[in-house]
């Protein structure tokens, strides 16, 4: 039996295919804690006036069963737009059939159709076959980088402190 790979853009109708995905991942991650998307949520973030994302969706034989979720971000060095790739996943009775591949270059190909500067994305640095993944692929690992996040009720302490520059 032969194996057909599609990828196309997700549409508002596969919110609960994304949040089951992204559920998976974060299983996958251990950081299931952390999940408090819901339909509802992705349907206004990804599909809404405004949106904050966009997804894609990989198939295998025509069965949803990965996902990258990514989202245009600018380069001041380049003064070009980028594309960060948040997420990707691919569930695991799936891989190794090139459907991971198949997301990553539909998104390189996309990147390159809006004159991006660059595509990046990170990893977990316990992720072995996903770092080698990425690099068989010409990535290259940034290890000078450290991200920086605040999120939650750090992020409503941060925007509350006074500085000077206030109006």
């Keep these: 039996m032969s194996i057909v790979l599609t990828t196309r853009p997700a549409t508002e109708d596969d919110c609960g295919i994304l949040l089951r995905l992204i559920t998976e991942l974060a299983d996958y991650e251990k950081l299931t804690h952390e999940v408090v998307a819901t339909e509802e949520s992705l349907r206004h973030t990804?599909?809404?006036?405004n949106r904050a994302a966009e997804a894609m969706i990989g198939c295998v034989n025509g069965l949803p069963v990965g996902m990258a979720i990514f989202f245009q971000n600018?380069?001041?060095f380049l003064a070009r737009p980028g594309l960060y790739l948040e997420d990707l996943?691919?569930?695991?009775?799936?891989?190794?059939v090139g459907l991971g591949k198949a997301l990553i270059v539909s998104l390189a190909r996309l990147a390159v159709e809006r004159g991006c500067g660059r595509y990046e994305w990170t990893v977990l640095d316990w992720n072995t076959p996903a770092i080698e993944f990425y690099q068989s692929l010409g990535a290259e690992m940034k290890t000078d980088w450290r991200i920086m996040r605040v999120t939650g009720a750090a992020l409503t302490r941060m925007a509350q402190i006074q500085t000077a520059a206030q109006p």
């Design 89 to 96: 996943y691919v569930q695991p009775a799936h891989r190794g």
């Design 46 to 49: 990804l599909f809404g006036a």
């Design 74 to 76: 600018y380069s001041t």
